[in-house]
């Protein structure tokens, strides 16, 4: 087919159960509903810790964190459990600080994914998230069309949100 039309063959694969769409749909919908610690495990280990040191980085003098070993720390978000009270408060806060940076059309779920693949790099696909109106994409008196970027990265636990954009995360103190 051409680079513009899908046969129904590829339009089924890339909506099919264990795609890296559905992967991205599924994480998008649960976050949503249930927040980021629902979808924490279905978030790359790297951008896990990266969000994680970015978490301590900035919050180094809080009680709770300036006394503790960074990297026993960041172990502890990063393999966080609701049972933990105080990892799941993190998890609170940092989906507190995801929505504040999310635009409102995302938020609140009036978004859809397009049927061409992005393949980024082996192991790598980037999924578009494009403003919705009534089913329809969002178009804006200008013609501009608004997208939010899930990179997704096929592991030996199937498809996992990588990154927010289209750069994958480099962890350390700081995290890049």
């Known amino acids: ?13 890339h909506f099919a159960q264990g795609s890296p769409a559905v992967a991205a749909m599924d994480w998008v919908n649960g976050f949503l509903s249930s927040g980021l610690g629902a979808v924490w495990a279905r978030t790359d280990p790297d951008l896990r810790l990266a969000i994680t040191q970015t978490f301590i980085m900035t919050n180094r003098a809080h009680p709770e964190i300036a006394r503790q070993d ?4 960041a172990a502890r978000i990063v393999h966080a459990e609701r049972s933990d009270g105080w990892t799941g408060g993190v998890l609170d806060h940092l ?8 635009p409102a059309w995302f938020l609140g ?3 859809g994914v397009p049927s061409q693949p992005g393949p980024v790099t ?6 578009l998230f494009l403003e919705t109106s009534d089913g329809r994409l969002r178009v804006d008196r200008a013609g501009w069309i608004r997208v939010q970027k899930l990179l ?3 592991t030996a636990h ?10 994958i995360p480099t962890p350390g103190w700081p995290p890049r």
Do not use: N
Not at 1 to 13: I, R, Y
Not at 122 to 127: A, T
């Open 1 to 13: 087919m051409s680079d513009e039309q899908q046969s129904p063959e590829e339009l089924t694969a």
């Open 70 to 73: 960074r990297d026993r720390l």
């Open 95 to 102: 989906d507190d600080e995801f929505r504040k940076g999310m």
């Open 109 to 111: 779920g009036r978004c």
């Open 122 to 127: 082996p192991g790598y696909e980037l999924i």
């Open 152 to 154: 997704m990265h096929h």
């Open 158 to 167: 199937g498809w996992l949100v990588a990154s927010f954009g289209e750069e």
